[in-house]
Nanobody, 124 residues
Framework: QVQPVESGGGLLQAGGSLTLSCVHS????????MGWFRQAPGKERDFVSA????????YYADSVNGRFTIRRDNAKNTVYLQMNNLKPEDTAVYYC?????????????????WGQGTQVTVVS
């Protein structure tokens, strides 16, 4: 499996903004729903956001709805996560993955090639 490559994380104060990027060099990227997940220290990896293959629909966890925006550029095999009004509870390692289109909340069935993620740290 091809690993996604996430980037764009950083350390910032609460209320700030950040845009994450994920490149997934898979030849069928344009046919796949893609999404973002995050894992805080000591916690499980949780769903954050997802976007259909054609960008016609987006999905968000309740905790980020209204603050985060997902988008994609199929020509660049890249999915983005624009994060605004960041809070300390958004601190986590952020990962992207292909999404199971039947749920739009979980990773594609059988996907195990998680990338290294990108660390986002928000301080108050």
């Amino acid at each position: 499996q091809v690993q996604p490559v996430e980037s764009g994380g950083g350390l910032l104060q609460a209320g700030g903004s950040l845009t994450l990027s994920c490149v997934h060099s898979y030849y069928t990227f344009g046919d796949r729903a893609m999404g973002w997940f995050r894992q805080a220290p000591g916690k499980e990896r949780d769903f954050v956001s997802a976007i259909t293959y054609d960008a016609r629909a987006t999905y968000y966890a309740d905790s980020v709805n209204g603050r985060f925006t997902i988008r994609r550029d199929n020509a660049k095999n890249t999915v983005y996560l624009q994060m605004n009004n960041l809070k300390p509870e958004d601190t986590a390692v952020y990962y992207c993955a292909p999404i199971d289109p039947s749920t739009m909340r979980s990773p594609q069935q059988g996907f195990s090639a998680w990338g290294q993620g990108t660390q986002v740290t928000v301080v108050s």
